[in-house]
């Protein structure tokens, strides 16, 4: 009994000086672990060492969740700066992201970076936001947003990789220094130790900070939102659509572009991008459906981001437009 | 030895244990849809994922990103016997179900309403497609999916004994891939019933392709990662009786098909339609043509090629030309337009377009790729020489593809 007590003490005082650690050896593993709470991200609401939280200039939109976001890095070592593309984590790092509605939790998806590559695995919380669980078929959840009723979608592990894939390999895709930079964040990272370096370098803006130009939100919005498939290498890269915050041509942009394989996705639309003429342009049509087969992304979402659609609409609007508008194909 | 480190072994020996094949079996009924996607990602690279009779009522699209699995159904029919994975109640998803892996093989089931694309693979080499059948269960309609069978980005490829109907773009649509067998397969009520765009080496042959917009189309598109169709071969094909109005959605290139084209070959090289039943095709049997939009790519030809028509069967078309003019021009000719017409865009040196089916042949004679069809000055011709076209040749697959459907 006495033992006990010392080491209930004991265990008391590690606790109170030193945090939790991660459970290293399952993000290393190969293993699906079940329950979130198996790798010891979190002990309660308290995060445990070397796990950090962090936020993005410009997030994906996914039914108007709030996203809480936390890093992990191993100890002894640093991810790597990149002036361009994701943050080089060293194997041993996750990514967090856990999607909520006000208090309510529904899933968590962890990126582990393993020795051969990294794994996406969904997590679906239980009702009283007491445990998560490992679903890798993906889940569908009722969930009261702006007034409804949807049916919030958990993407099953091929859906993860769906827009994870970068030539077939899975990679992270929202932390780009570029849109990790608000001038405090990365030079905090450093200090924490959980970064090499945070030279100054391209920002994407927040897309709702109204000082920043036009162009430059919408495009930041099209890289995060629709670039991880619509690009060279990812899944859309057979679409000849190509969103990314670094593309230069037109044509891959969109503009005066005709579809490939839209189906009804065009609209009855001529090009992805019209200039000047947004309600012309197939990119914003498919933005503001709901519809499967018309809606893009595919998957993700099952609102519409009228915000985003906003955004994009007075971007495409504000390009010098062609003398005669485009003629669909008949 | 502790217990977490025992169940971590045990988990551990999960991942890797089965060497020897395994049959995960799949039944219709309720949950088919997470059960089945869990089996579709619970599968190890050897295993077949059976699917039960019956009808899997799905409500998201499947993905499939697993190599060399097999999905094996009990048959594709209507009755009670087969396997039918209905999209009916999808409620997200570009496709009904997605393959992503290598060595692939889908057979012996039906997939019907997907609201997208029915059945896609992307980058996954070594695909069979063997036995399906696919369709929108109402009919042709602009609201149905847009392909049926949709391989892009593959190298590899063979279809074949497949059924599909009701795509509102193509019912069989191979895109940007190299070596491609499409065979012993039947389109009908598509727009367009088979397609291949962008690739490179393809066979198709012994399909029966009828009451579609057109039957076959050969494109070429600008700005796409793999341009420059080219070595393709049309042969032994039943193509008769496209004769269902254009119902695409509009801004697809499809939409631009008048209706009641047998064989339409736009762009690309090295093209041999050959030994092919043709016949009730109101606009043509078989028009080669130049892509008529603007296009900023430079690495783009818009003309066709070394095109090869010989030895084909033709039954009455042109009596309707579906274009813009068509009426007008087919009056001009004495009521009908010839069974083979090509629009002369380019001229003759640069296309090099033969024709050597006996039966009249008239050139639009377009100056221009972008010259309107209302332009076009008929004029017969004959299209028998020309500087020899060597013909592909036959598109051979991996063994392995094969042995996988007999």
Not at chain 2, 250 to 271: F, H, L
């Given at each position: 009994m006495i033992r006990a007590i010392a080491a209930a003490a004991c265990l008391a005082l590690v606790s109170a000086s030193a945090p939790q650690t991660v459970a290293l050896e399952l993000i290393m593993g190969d293993t699906l672990p079940p329950k979130l709470s198996d790798y010891r991200f979190f002990a309660g609401e308290t995060l445990s060492a070397r796990v950090a939280p962090y936020a993005l200039n410009t997030a994906l939109f996914s039914d108007y969740s709030e996203k809480d976001r936390f890093v992990f890095v191993p100890a002894g070592q640093t991810a790597r700066h990149t002036a361009d593309g994701v943050l080089d984590f060293p194997v041993g790092s996750a990514l967090i992201k856990t999607f909520r509605y006000g208090a309510r939790k529904i899933e968590t998806r962890v990126l582990l970076h393993r020795p051969a590559g990294w794994v996406a695995l969904p997590y679906v919380w239980n009702e009283d936001g007491s445990e998560a669980v490992l679903k890798r078929a993906g889940a569908r959840v009722d969930v009261a947003v702006q007034g409804k009723t949807i049916s919030y979608a958990v993407p099953n592990v091929n859906q993860c990789k769906e827009c994870h894939a970068d030539n077939a390999r899975l990679v992270p895709i929202g932390p780009k220094a570029r849109n990790l930079d608000d001038g405090a964040r990365l030079a905090n990272w450093v200090k924490l130790g959980l970064l090499d370096k945070a030279p100054s370098g391209d920002r994407v803006p927040l897309f709702t900070d109204a000082s920043a130009p036009v162009a430059a939100r919408a495009r930041g919005y099209l890289d995060v939102n629709c670039a991880h498939c619509h690009s060279r290498v990812g899944s859309a890269s057979n679409s000849g659509l190509y969103l990314g915050w670094t593309e230069t041509s037109q044509v891959a942009l969109g503009i005066d572009k005709p579809p490939v394989a839209a189906g009804r996705g065009s609209g009855g639309r001529a090009v992805a991008i019209d200039p000047g003429r947004p309600d012309a342009s197939i990119l914003l049509y498919r933005m503001a459906s709901t519809e499967p087969g018309v809606a893009m992304p595919e998957v993700g979402r099952s609102l519409v981001h009228a915000e985003g659609v906003a955004l994009v609409r007075q971007w495409i609007a504000s390009m010098p437009a062609n003398p005669m508008p485009a003629r669909p194909q008949s | 030895m502790n217990n977490a480190c025992l169940s971590l072994a045990a988990a551990s020996l999960l991942l890797h244990a089965p060497l020897a094949a395994r049959t995960i079996d799949v039944a219709a009924g309720p949950g088919a849809q997470e059960r089945l996607q869990g089996a579709l990602i619970d599968a190890q690279p050897g295993d077949v994922v059976r699917l039960g009779p019956g009808r899997f009522e799905l409500t998201d699209g499947l993905s499939?990103?697993?190599?060399?699995?097999?999905?094996?159904?009990?048959?594709?029919?209507?009755?009670?016997?087969?396997?039918?994975?209905?999209?009916?109640?999808?409620?997200?998803?570009?496709?009904?179900?997605?393959?992503?892996?290598?060595?692939?093989?889908?057979?012996?089931?039906?997939?019907?309403?997907?609201?997208?694309?029915?059945?896609?693979?992307?980058?996954?080499?070594?695909?069979?497609?063997?036995?399906?059948?696919?369709?929108?269960?109402?009919?042709?309609?602009?609201?149905?999916?847009?392909?049926?069978?949709?391989?892009?980005?593959?190298?590899?490829?063979?279809?074949?004994?497949?059924?599909?109907?009701?795509?509102?773009?193509?019912?069989?649509?191979?895109?940007?891939?190299?070596?491609?067998?499409?065979?012993?397969?039947?389109?009908?009520?598509?727009?367009?019933?088979?397609?291949?765009?962008?690739?490179?080496?393809?066979?198709?042959?012994?399909?029966?392709?009828?009451?579609?917009?057109?039957?076959?189309?050969?494109?070429?598109?600008?700005?796409?990662?793999?341009?420059?169709?080219?070595?393709?071969?049309?042969?032994?094909?039943?193509?008769?009786?496209?004769?269902?109005?254009?119902?695409?959605?509009?801004?697809?290139?499809?939409?631009?098909?008048?209706?009641?084209?047998?064989?339409?070959?736009?762009?690309?090289?090295?093209?041999?339609?050959?030994?092919?039943?043709?016949?009730?095709?109101?606009?043509?049997?078989?028009?080669?043509?130049?892509?008529?939009?603007?296009?900023?790519?430079?690495?783009?030809?818009?003309?066709?090629?070394?095109?090869?028509?010989?030895?084909?069967?033709?039954?009455?078309?042109?009596?309707?030309?579906?274009?813009?003019?068509?009426?007008?021009?087919?009056?001009?000719?004495?009521?009908?337009?010839?069974?083979?017409?090509?629009?002369?865009?380019?001229?003759?040196?640069?296309?090099?377009?033969?024709?050597?089916?006996?039966?009249g042949v008239v050139s639009l004679g377009l100056a221009q790729p972008l010259t309107p069809m209302t332009e076009a000055k008929p004029t017969p011709v004959k299209l028998s020489g020309g500087k020899p076209i060597v013909e592909p040749k036959r598109v051979v697959l991996p063994a392995s593809m094969e042995a996988a459907i007999k």
């Open positions: - | 499939l990103d697993v190599a060399r699995v097999t999905v094996r159904g009990a048959g594709p029919g209507t009755g009670a016997g087969a396997s039918v994975l209905s999209l009916k109640g999808q409620r997200a998803a570009g496709e009904g179900l997605l393959v992503t892996s290598d060595d692939v093989v889908l057979r012996d089931f039906a997939v019907e309403d997907a609201r997208g694309d029915a059945i896609k693979s992307k980058g996954a080499d070594r695909i069979v497609y063997h036995n399906l059948r696919v369709t929108w269960t109402g009919g042709p309609k602009e609201s149905n999916g847009a392909y049926g069978i949709y391989p892009v980005s593959s190298e590899d490829v063979l279809i074949d004994r497949v059924t599909v109907s009701g795509a509102s773009d193509a019912g069989i649509y191979v895109g940007q891939s190299k070596r491609i067998i499409v065979r012993n397969s039947t389109a009908s009520q598509n727009v367009a019933g088979i397609e291949i765009e962008n690739s490179f080496e393809a066979d198709v042959y012994a399909n029966t392709v009828k009451h579609n917009t057109g039957g076959v189309l050969v494109f070429d598109l600008p700005d796409l990662p793999q341009l420059g169709g080219h070595a393709v071969r049309i042969f032994d094909n039943t193509i008769v009786d496209n004769d269902t109005p254009n119902f695409a959605p509009k801004g697809n290139i499809v939409a631009s098909v008048p209706m009641g084209v047998g064989v339409m070959v736009m762009a690309n090289r090295n093209v041999h339609v050959f030994r092919n039943r043709l016949a009730n095709n109101a606009t043509t049997n078989v028009m080669v043509v130049a892509y008529k939009r603007p296009f900023t790519d430079k690495n783009y030809n818009p003309l066709p090629r070394d095109v090869v028509v010989r030895d084909n069967v033709h039954g009455r078309a042109g009596w309707a030309p579906g274009f813009a003019g068509g009426k007008e021009l087919a009056a001009a000719m004495g009521g009908t337009l010839t069974p083979v017409f090509w629009d002369g865009a380019g001229g003759r040196a640069a296309t090099n377009v033969q024709v050597r089916d006996k039966v």
